[in-house]
């Protein structure tokens, strides 16, 4: 009789498990596009503030790409947070996602059928102190993958 209920039990757990198991495999496959979209945004600053510029150039769009090239992005990024700014690293914060239709990267450029908009706080300590940057953070598809982009609209 003992043994017939630790069978049950044991059932019963390695039952909970699978289903589990199931439920987290359904929701990273069907994980809203905005997590998807924010994963993106989260590991880009992840490798910045790693000062591993070339990883998070891969994750811009290509017409972030065409405004700047790797070598260029790269010591740029050296040249200003770490050079002027003496900040060896960085903390962030990501924002929840907005959805935007039809945004535009430019006011004359390309139109995006759907953009996700993320607020990024980055909190520096320099040799200069303390200071935070907020930075608005544009995703949308391209070719299948999630790519960052920034806003160059002027601004009146």
């Known amino acids: 009789m003992r043994r017939n209920r630790g ?3 044991m059932v019963f757990v390695v039952g909970i498990g699978v ?3 199931l439920i987290y495999i ?3 496959l ?3 596009e905005e997590r998807k979209a924010k994963r993106v945004v989260v590991e880009y600053y992840k490798y910045e503030s790693a ?3 070339s990883r998070s150039w891969e994750l811009l769009h290509t017409e972030m790409k ?3 090239g790797r070598g260029a992005f790269a010591s740029d990024r050296v040249h200003v947070f770490n050079g002027h700014f003496g900040a060896e690293t960085f903390s962030y914060e990501v924002s929840k996602a907005k959805e935007i239709k039809n945004w535009k990267m430019e006011k004359e450029g390309e139109s995006f ?3 996700y908009e993320f607020e990024v706080r980055q909190d520096y300590h320099g040799k200069y102190g303390h200071f935070a940057f907020v930075q608005f953070v544009y995703v949308v ?3 299948g993958e999630w790519r960052i982009l920034w806003d160059y609209k002027e601004r009146n």
């Open 7 to 9: 069978k049950r039990a």
């Open 19 to 21: 289903f589990l198991l």
């Open 26 to 28: 359904v929701s990273f």
């Open 30 to 32: 069907f994980m809203g």
């Open 51 to 53: 000062q591993d510029y």
């Open 66 to 68: 065409a405004k700047f």
């Open 113 to 115: 059928g759907t953009a």
């Open 141 to 143: 598809r391209e070719d």
